[in-house]
């Protein structure tokens, strides 16, 4: 059954009060299809079909709801119902929540939140947005080195059941410094009576909470790890990072990277919630930057009037070098640009890229120069001096655009800015005013104009 169809058959269950028939679909379904079918729902009908929810599922289902809809039923809830979801929630999924809240809406979410949990909701709320802390949750396992394994495994079995893991335990002492990593495998398969610290594993990898979340993502990738522990300069364990929370992460930066190469401003919102002014403001500034340093093109060909006049064939050309130019300079621009995000290219790797990029540069240069001179013999048929020009403009613009596109990502992030910022609109715009240069500077030599 597609999902229209099950939103369809609820609404319709809805209208005719089938409350038993309705708890027993959704105790069969997983929280995150609840939260896409209700979504779909009449804004009347949502908050009637949230409160049939079996409570054990509400409040997960309650976290994958989008911002708006949380909204909508925080506004509907009374204080009752708004204070059991919230206790419900894991306390990242709280902090997500707030960050996308109206003020008042904020206010009254505190409210409802008990002494602790608005202390672990404010201390992450403190964290710089793109720190390891703006994304951890407080809610772990932790255990104490002495306890032998039966015991870890009722502490466990006591307190697991609010923590967003238990796969994952961390063994601290009294003062939370983080002394091993134990997991419930480790645990299975040890005796009864060992101890935690005889089990535990000490080469321990962790982050700091102000810590790029970038960096972040890497760690859990490259290590395959589930979760990961954040401590603070103390070395004392504050929380944990979690693969789903990576997994957000690697979706924000894909977008924000994806409109930054656009020339977009970047924005927390998903389309469908941009207002037509705010992805105005969001274009604009971009279009106009790009349409002025776009003029130096029109000026370089205004300064070589007279050479077109007298070769009027050489402005046909034109627009296949422009953008032959800028395809190279994106093409080498997106892959750094790639691998910067991944952590693969770094800035002592700057001379190596370049080399390889030149030898790349000559072949396609070379490859393109060679199609393009059979093409102006043969198709246009235009003469030998001309096609010269032409093609060797063509092998040089490649070169040069090359160069230029796997260079200024590089130096970008190493001057501090967001590498993704040098990619196909501003690499083009430089590689147009460079390619026609090279086009003028060889026309001029070997026609002598």
Not at 197 to 223: C, S
Not at 232 to 258: C, H, P, Q, S, Y
Not at 276 to 291: G, N, S
Not at 338 to 345: K, N, V
Request: hydrophobic share 45%.
């Amino acid at each position: 059954m597609s999902e229209i169809i099950k939103t369809e058959e609820i609404s319709e269950l809805l209208k005719n009060r089938k409350i038993h028939q309705l708890r027993e679909i959704f105790s069969e379904m997983n929280e995150v299809d609840i939260a896409s079918i209700l979504e779909e729902l009449p804004a009347e009908q949502l908050p009637i079909a949230f409160r049939i929810l079996p409570k054990e599922i509400a409040a997960d289902a309650f976290s994958y709801f989008t911002p708006e809809t949380q909204e909508e039923l925080i506004k509907a809830f009374s204080d009752r119902e708004l204070a059991y979801v919230i206790d419900n929630l894991f306390v990242d999924d709280t902090v997500d929540m707030i960050e996308e809240m109206p003020a008042n809406v904020v206010k009254r979410i505190l409210k409802h939140t008990d002494p602790e949990t608005r202390k672990q909701i404010n201390e992450i709320l403190q964290y710089p947005k793109d720190s390891a802390g703006s994304i951890m949750t407080t809610e772990y396992v932790r255990l104490q080195e002495d306890l032998t394994v039966e015991q870890a495994f009722k502490r466990i079995k006591s307190t697991g059941v609010e923590k967003e893991t238990i796969y994952t335990c961390y063994v601290t002492n009294n003062k939370k410094e983080i002394l091993g990593i134990v997991t419930v495998k480790d645990m299975l398969f040890a005796n009864s009576d060992d101890l935690i610290k005889d089990i535990m594993e000490t080469n321990i990898i962790y982050v700091n909470t102000l810590d790029d979340r970038e960096d972040v993502v890497h760690i859990l990738e490259k290590y395959n790890f589930i979760a990961l522990p954040v401590v603070d300069k103390e070395l004392r364990l504050v929380g944990i990072i979690t693969f789903d929370d990576a997994m957000d992460v690697i979706r924000n930066e894909n977008t924000e990277d994806l409109e930054v190469m656009n020339a977009i401003t970047p924005t927390d919102k998903p389309y469908m919630r941009t207002t037509v002014v705010e992805t105005y403001k969001k274009r604009i500034p971009w279009l106009l930057i790009l349409m002025i340093s776009a003029t130096f093109t029109g000026a370089i060909i205004s300064h070589y009037e007279e050479a077109l006049g007298a070769y009027v064939i050489l402005t046909a050309y034109i627009p296949m070098l422009m953008d032959t130019g800028g395809n190279a300079g994106s093409q080498a621009s997106v892959t750094i640009v790639r691998g910067i995000s991944l952590g693969e290219i770094e800035f002592k790797n700057i001379f190596k890229i370049q080399r390889k990029e030149f030898i790349v540069s000559i072949l396609c240069g070379v490859t393109l120069g060679l199609a393009n001179l059979a093409k102006l013999l043969f198709f246009d048929r235009v003469g030998i001096t001309i096609a010269l020009v032409v093609c060797l403009t063509l092998v040089a613009t490649v070169i040069v655009a090359k160069f230029v596109g796997c260079t200024l990502p590089i130096v970008a992030k190493k001057i501090g800015f967001d590498p993704a910022v040098m990619a196909s609109p501003f690499i083009t715009t430089i590689v147009d005013a460079i390619s026609l240069l090279i086009y003028f500077q060889f026309a001029s030599h070997i026609l002598h104009i």
